[in-house]
């Protein structure tokens, strides 16, 4: 009934000897064409994405949460986990 997944690690959050301030991670947009069931046909690019990262309140496969909005994005749940790991330090 439920599809297992692979749990990933916990996030960190930031370490106190980073200095404050908005920390931005890129990533490439995305355009996602549907058939009329609803069903995913085809993930297209688009420009760049830049997100403040301390506004994402979650993220999923080719969707990052940022204040109530999803925004598509061609990364998938483990390369946007990794470039927000990296951002943060």
Same mark, same amino acid.
């Given at each position: ?48 994405v830049? #997100?403040? %990262?301390?506004?994402? /309140?979650?993220?999923?496969?080719? @969707? +990052? ?5 999803k #925004?598509? %994005?061609?990364?998938? /749940?483990?390369?946007?986990?990794? @470039? +927000? ?5």
């Open positions: 009934m439920f599809r297992k997944t692979k749990q990933l690690p916990p996030m960190t959050l930031l370490k106190p000897d980073r200095p404050a301030g908005p920390v931005f991670v890129e990533f490439r947009g995305a355009t996602m064409d549907y058939d009329d069931e609803g069903k995913l046909i085809d993930i297209v690019p688009r420009e760049t830049v #997100i403040n %990262v301390s506004r994402i /309140t979650g993220f999923y496969n080719h @969707k +990052i949460l940022v204040d109530d909005r #925004i598509s %994005v061609m990364e998938s /749940t483990l390369e946007i986990w990794k @470039k +927000i790991q990296e951002a943060i330090g």
